[in-house]
């Protein structure tokens, strides 16, 4: 599925924005750091959405970057 994801662009369904750091522990040195590694690329936040193909959902999280573009960060089977 991850190599195939971008021709498939066009059906992926937005769900939600997800912060940098909304789901760490950000009193943790080492969510602190990986956070501000993420900042340092250029990732703003994250995108979530979903994909359907035949009986499968797919949820497909982008990182997005300061220049608005997304890459794949995540791709996993909900259903």
Known sequence: MFAN???MAS???YLSR???GEVKDMTKPEDIANIQKKK???VTHYNIYELRQGNRVWHV???V???RAEAVYNLF???
Request: glycine content about 4%; overall charge positive.
């Open 5 to 7: 994801i971008n021709s």
């Open 65 to 67: 970057y300061k220049n």
């Open 61 to 63: 999280k982008t990182e």
């Open 11 to 13: 059906q992926l369904v």
């Open 40 to 42: 340092d690329r250029g």
């Open 18 to 20: 997800s912060e940098l």
């Open 77 to 79: 089977i909900t259903k």
